[in-house]
């Protein structure tokens, strides 16, 4: 059942073209359908792509709007801060005469998340956030109120959606390491080597999203006190005598988890011929730490 109702879904949203309770609906079933690995739609299977352009289509539908709001026929260039690498920003125009309150422009079930005020034209603007899916961590819409050519203002409605970009195979670090060497300027140096862990430990860093690419994102100052860089070794070779030394076995991935606020790491894979792999942007979150409390350790702190 849910297949065919993510299909009529996708082209009843494609459909909508006034805002109203139609628009806020379809947003809500199409929720539901982006939450799913095999969303699809009328041709097979969606990317991540098509799925938050056809969010943005349902978001930009289901905007409030002013009840003197009529089309515009100009605007001054507004650049959206979005790229367009991991993130889809659609837009309509229009003219309104007064500035409504942000409240008054929230469509049910979405949160007035910020509210600005500008000199440079851009008079004021309001940031409208509805509920994350799996596949769409980000899905606003933004409310720009700029300084028309007559009396009132050009109102800039965007409908911004950013995806989590799929995982390069890259990405993921192969199970059964021989022993995983932690290393950080706070804990120095330790050595898993119990089973246990290190099946947790690597499927922490398998379970890592790649970090969207895409929207603006604030970091605070970086120490790196909670830096851990993860050296996954694998089982040691014997030598020609039959022995089998500890921590021989050669080095296949390296992984760095930013603890100290950033969401951001890094996973290095490291052929045999000493070629080196990277996969940058992953969102590292509380990683390190769940990490060190695998390992017994505690991330100092700055």
């Known amino acids: 059942m849910a297949r065919p109702l993510c299909q009529r879904t996708y082209r009843l949203v494609t459909r909508v073209r006034a805002a109203g309770l139609l628009g806020i609906a379809a947003g ?15 041709l097979g299977p969606l990317s991540r792509a098509a799925i938050a352009k056809i969010d943005a289509r349902a978001l930009l539908a289901a905007a409030r709007l002013p009840g003197d709001a009529q089309p515009a026929a100009s605007l001054r260039p507004a650049a959206t801060g979005l790229t367009p690498t991991s993130a889809i920003d659609l837009h309509r125009t229009l003219w309104v005469g007064t500035i409504p309150s942000g409240r008054s422009l929230t469509p049910v079930g979405a ?17 409208v956030s509805f509920p994350p899916t799996a596949a769409l961590p980000t899905r606003q819409l933004v409310y720009g ?44 140096t330790h050595r898993v080597t119990n089973r246990e862990p290190i099946a947790k430990i690597t499927e922490i860093v398998n379970s890592l999203q790649l970090y969207p690419r895409g929207g603006i994102t604030s970091c605070p100052a970086d120490t790196g006190t909670d830096i851990l860089v993860l050296t996954f070794h694998a089982l040691p070779a014997p030598t020609q005598e039959g022995l089998v030394l500890p921590w021989s076995g050669r080095t296949y991935a390296q992984v760095v988890l930013d603890g100290s606020g950033c969401p951001s790491g890094s996973v ?11 996969v940058r942007g992953l969102d590292a979150g509380d990683a390190a730490a769940r990490v060190a409390s695998l390992a017994g350790l505690r991330l100092a702190r700055s």
């Open 28 to 42: 809500i079933l199409l929720s539901g359908c982006a939450t799913g690995v095999n969303a699809q739609g009328p």
């Open 111 to 127: 949160s007035l998340l910020a509210t600005g005020t500008s000199n440079t034209g851009l008079v004021r603007w309001y940031t």
């Open 145 to 188: 109120f700029w300084t028309g050519a007559k009396e009132g203002y050009i109102l800039r409605v965007d409908a911004q959606d950013i995806w989590v970009p799929k995982k390069p195979r890259a990405a993921f670090v192969a199970p059964g390491a021989a022993a995983i060497v932690i290393t950080s300027r706070g804990v120095g």
């Open 268 to 278: 290095t894979q490291v052929a045999l011929s000493g070629a080196r792999t990277s």
